[in-house]
């Protein structure tokens, strides 16, 4: 009996030794990585916090603030001026019109910008 279970012990063995080169086999071959291209296209992962900046006085410039005021078309009125899509608005470029917002993008942060009703007390800024 005992030499029963030693050869079906043995058996088992036998069976998982051939799993295990099997998956030694996945392991050693080959793999294909990222293009170096497709690593080149890749927008910075890196989140770049700057400190507010102050004048020559010693005071905090205003932040530059800006408002939607209307789109229609490809076209989005910004701060009182007709824009295009790519087209740069200070460090931004925008570069998506959607139905009621846009979305302003510069190397550190994405800003979309809502159409204000009348009766909104504040206006929604999403940043990534």
């Given at each position: 009996m005992s030499s029963f279970l030693y050869a079906s012990a043995e058996l088992s063995l036998g069976n998982e030794t051939k799993v295990y080169?099997?998956?030694f086999e996945k392991i050693g071959e080959t793999r294909v990585g990222a293009n170096?291209?497709?690593?080149?296209r890749l927008r910075n992962p890196f989140v770049v916090i700057y400190r507010k900046r102050k004048d020559a006085n010693g005071t905090k410039r205003p932040?530059?603030?800006?408002?939607?005021d209307g789109i229609f078309e490809n076209k989005a009125k910004i701060?009182?001026?007709?824009?295009?899509?790519?087209s740069k608005i200070?460090?931004?470029k925008l570069i998506k019109i959607k139905k009621r917002s846009v979305v302003?993008?510069?190397t550190n942060e994405n800003k979309e910008l809502f159409i204000r009703n009348n009766n909104d007390s504040k206006i929604?800024?999403?940043s990534k």
């Open positions: 080169d099997k998956i170096v291209e497709d690593i080149n932040q530059i603030t800006y408002t939607l701060n009182g001026k007709w824009r295009k899509k790519y200070g460090t931004y302003l993008r510069n929604k800024f999403s």
